[in-house]
């Protein structure tokens, strides 16, 4: 803020900086803090010592207001900025996570799709008769999903790769065995 000019001692002549500041409007951003009796108190305060000061404590004091002021919308747009970045990340975190649903479709041309959420793999014949094989032959799902893993890697990585399947212990090749399980017999 610029400094005001003086005329004899102790008197001051306000600058049109400082009477622009005085005669302007509140803004509809500037934002109104309740009322309490503490607050009341503390206005108090300050407007008493602020009768006893003179024109540059009076400088000083406004000053010192403003980059209060300044300082506690820097922290509340912070916090509404941090909040926003929290709900943005949840919201991708919701949007990523996986439900592992998966299906099985039979083409017309004795093709097989399997989709793993929104991945969709084509079978032969042959392929599902061996994925079929397989299930059946495991004594359990962890037995399964093991075997699954591993042929997948040797004959068709790409279901793994396409799926993000990094383990054996996918809930994939879970759903995978018990939908092959229900739905499907070894042809003899």
């Given at each position: 803020?610029?400094?005001?000019?003086t005329?004899?001692a102790?008197t001051?002549?306000?600058?049109?900086?400082?009477?622009?500041?005085?005669?302007?409007?509140?803004?509809?951003?500037?934002?109104?803090?309740?009322?309490?009796?503490?607050?009341?108190?503390?206005?108090?305060?300050?407007?008493?010592?602020?009768?006893r000061?003179?024109?540059?404590?009076?400088?000083?004091?406004?000053?010192?207001?403003?980059?209060?002021?300044?300082?506690?919308?820097i922290?509340?747009f912070?916090r509404r900025l941090n909040?926003?970045?929290?709900?943005?990340?949840?919201?991708?975190?919701e949007?990523?996570?996986?439900?592992y649903?998966?299906?099985i479709?039979?083409?017309?041309d004795?093709?097989?799709?399997?989709?793993?959420?929104?991945?969709?793999?084509?079978?032969?014949?042959?392929e599902?008769?061996?994925?079929?094989?397989?299930?059946h032959?495991?004594?359990?799902?962890a037995?399964?999903?093991?075997?699954?893993?591993?042929?997948?890697?040797e004959?068709?990585?790409?279901?793994l790769?396409?799926a993000?399947?990094?383990s054996?212990?996918?809930?994939?090749?879970?759903?995978?065995?018990e939908?092959i399980?229900s739905r499907?017999?070894?042809?003899r």
């Open positions: 803020m610029a400094k005001k000019k005329k004899g102790g001051a002549e306000p600058t049109d900086e400082s009477k622009e500041v005085a005669t302007r409007p509140a803004s509809a951003s500037q934002e109104k803090v309740a009322e309490t009796p503490h607050r009341r108190q503390l206005l108090s305060g300050i407007v008493e010592i602020a009768e000061l003179e024109d540059d404590g009076l400088e000083l004091l406004l000053e010192q207001a403003k980059v209060v002021e300044y300082k506690g919308k922290e509340r912070n909040v926003a970045a929290r709900e943005a990340v949840e919201a991708r975190r949007a990523g996570r996986r439900s649903d998966v299906e479709e039979r083409t017309d004795d093709f097989f799709i399997i989709q793993l959420d929104d991945q969709r793999i084509f079978f032969n014949i042959n599902m008769r061996e994925l079929t094989r397989i299930c032959k495991a004594k359990d799902a037995a399964a999903t093991r075997m699954l893993f591993r042929w997948f890697e004959e068709r990585s790409d279901l790769a396409d993000g399947i990094n054996n212990r996918s809930p994939y090749l879970v759903r995978l065995y939908l399980i499907y017999k070894v042809r």
